[in-house]
């Protein structure tokens, strides 16, 4: 996929996330998000303010889906540590890094915990524990 056409890519899901109520349950979805490449600076060009906050304020269903998803792919790299994942850890990490400053800035963060995937590091190992409000 070509520069243009994985930022036309990208920006159309950001697009779908604002818009839209996407399942956790599509995996197709989730797993298309974080496998374009993006840099970290196409990632804050693309999700601009605006979309950030219209996902916290329109879909928050959504933004907690975003932030569980991106969590459980986070571990299951750590569990799979092979090269071709370390690109989709990446992106995790841009969109989580550019989307929450905007729930700190209304002090939302507190409502996503209970469904965000708590990770355990044991013993070099990952363990995740995924709770649901």
């Not at 060009?45 to 792919?73: G, H, M, V, W, Y």
């Not at 013993?123 to 995924?130: E, R």
Request: hydrophobic share 45%; aromatic share 12%.
């Amino acid at each position: 996929m070509g520069a243009s056409a994985s930022k036309q890519k990208f920006q159309e899901s950001i697009r779908v996330l604002t818009e839209v109520d996407v399942s956790p349950d599509d995996a197709e979805f989730w797993d298309e998000l974080w496998k374009i490449p993006a840099s970290a600076e196409e990632v804050f060009e693309l999700i601009t303010p605006e979309d950030a906050r219209k996902l916290r304020d329109d879909r928050f269903d959504n933004l907690s889906t975003l932030f569980t998803q991106a969590t459980a792919q986070l571990c299951q790299i750590v569990e799979t540590p092979y090269n071709i994942y370390f690109d989709q850890a990446l992106n995790c990490v841009r969109v989580l890094t550019r989307v929450l400053p905007f729930l700190l800035e209304k002090g939302m963060f507190a409502l996503i915990m209970p469904s965000v995937i708590f990770v355990e590091f044991l013993h070099n190992t990952c363990v995740c524990y995924i709770t649901f409000s």
